[in-house]
């Protein structure tokens, strides 16, 4: 029965990567937020199909392929449901990234004619914007910037205040009737911090323009819907909440899917083809080209149920208390710097942050020498760390089956890593 409090303890029993020790010590996994660990749930659902159900899907007349293409559409329809959308508004894709790229794509086909009149509120060419943050991922960035260079549209930025919050002034500012898309991340994979969506979507829509949500940092931490937000499309990965690897999803609302021109063409997409053009498949098959990912998404909807079974407000309570127990620990280190906003804005269980004197990657080695392992670098977000004025950070994420002892050791790990590099005396 779901709760508002979980046991890390006993769901750490069932991922067996906890079984294992790195450098003579019990193997600490905080970096949650660059992938997930896998409970064994995931692993033998994925086993199972591999072994008893392989084949081709939504093309084969034989009984296994039948089998194949059922579990396939019924893991669509448990991971939509997690995300309170419906089948049909839900593209598979191999990654997060994809789903970005599919959307940006079709924008940039649209412009140059595809789809026929349906598509028209796609279209871009000088005269038109493009409004990203300053905190996005690269991921959900650089499409923006490709799609503004084959266009001619201008990618606009809103920017950071100087704790990094987002400037929701500028964020007015720049909003306007030029607009055709606001894309931003729920999450800073950087921050933590969750972004104002209902004052963003609010801003998009009063102009017309597409609110493009990246929930690759929320999806897996807390419980959302993306029709409840108001979005328009929204990207996810797998293997951040527990899932395989090589499998993502885009969603959008279905009359936006139904008039996007496709990004991948091929096989299994199509309803007829000639030597002179092909009609294509409604959404979301029309975007699926090729062989999918069906063990993959068979092992996603297994983690969505051991999410759902965990309950999500569950996780969020006990990350949230993760991220304060973080926060404070690493504030009360001299040397130490935390990005972001201090305690009080809403965040994830995810701080990066800068030891003076001392690189985020000796940080992150010393740490993993215990046994810790913890992200080093820029995080795919150089501009973010350009407005710190910081070219790397250690960032530290925490998922469902850490503990508050794993956060107090990784705490204890950087004030050891200042004495150990003769930034402080020992």
């Known amino acids: 029965m779901r709760t508002d409090t979980l046991d890390p303890l006993r769901i750490r029993a069932d991922f067996p990567a906890f079984d294992r020790e790195v450098n003579g010590h019990p193997f600490v996994y905080l970096d949650s937020g660059a992938t997930a660990q896998k409970p064994r749930q995931v692993l033998e659902a994925e086993r199972t199909f591999a072994e008893r159900h392989t084949s081709a899907v939504h093309r084969g007349a034989h009984t296994v392929a039948g089998e194949a293409t059922e579990m396939f559409e019924e893991a669509r329809a448990r991971v939509t449901g997690f995300v309170g959308a419906r089948p049909e508004e839900l593209v598979w894709t191999a990654k997060a990234t994809e789903g970005i790229n ?11 004619g595809r789809g026929g009149p349906a598509a028209g509120r796609f279209r871009l060419g000088p ?30 930025v809103i920017g950071l205040t100087d704790d ?30 969750v972004a104002p969506v209902a004052e963003l979507v ?130 009360a280190l001299d040397g130490v710097r935390v990005l972001g906003p201090g305690p009080g804005t809403p965040r994830v269980g995810l701080a990066s942050f800068v030891v003076d004197g001392i690189h985020a990657h000796d940080v992150g080695q010393f740490l993993d ?41 990784a705490v204890a790990a950087v004030a050891d890593a200042r004495a150990f590099f003769g930034v402080i005396e020992s």
């Open 102 to 112: 599919l959307l940006a794509y079709g924008m940039s086909n649209a412009s140059l």
């Open 127 to 156: 005269g038109d914007d493009l409004v990203v943050t300053e905190a996005e991922h690269h991921a959900n960035l650089i499409p923006w910037q490709e799609l503004a260079a084959r266009t001619g549209a201008t990618l606009r």
């Open 164 to 193: 990094g919050r987002l400037r929701l002034d500028q964020a007015a500012e720049l909003i306007g009737p030029r607009t055709r898309v606001v894309a931003f991340a729920h999450v800073s994979n950087v921050l933590g911090t």
């Open 202 to 331: 609010a801003l998009a829509h009063e102009h017309g323009a597409l609110a493009v949500l990246d929930a690759c940092q929320s999806v897996p931490h807390f419980a959302v819907d993306f029709p409840a937000l108001g979005v328009d499309f929204a990207v996810f990965s797998g293997h951040k909440m527990l899932g395989p690897t090589g499998i993502g999803a885009l969603y959008g609302r279905q009359e936006l899917l139904d008039a996007l021109p496709p990004f991948l063409t091929g096989g299994s997409m199509i309803t007829t083809v000639t030597l002179d053009g092909a009609e294509y498949l409604p959404a979301p098959q029309r975007f699926e080209a090729g062989t999918q990912p069906v063990s993959q998404a068979v092992g996603l909807a297994s983690a969505v149920d051991y999410l759902g079974t965990v309950g999500m407000a569950a996780i969020a309570s006990h990350e949230e208390a993760l991220g304060a127990r973080l926060l404070a620990g690493l504030g």
């Open 369 to 409: 020498d215990r046994g810790i392992a913890v992200r080093v670098g820029h995080h795919c977000a150089q501009p973010l760390h350009r407005r710190f004025a910081v070219t790397a950070s250690t960032r530290i994420s925490t998922y469902l089956y850490n503990t508050a002892d794993e956060v107090d050791a």
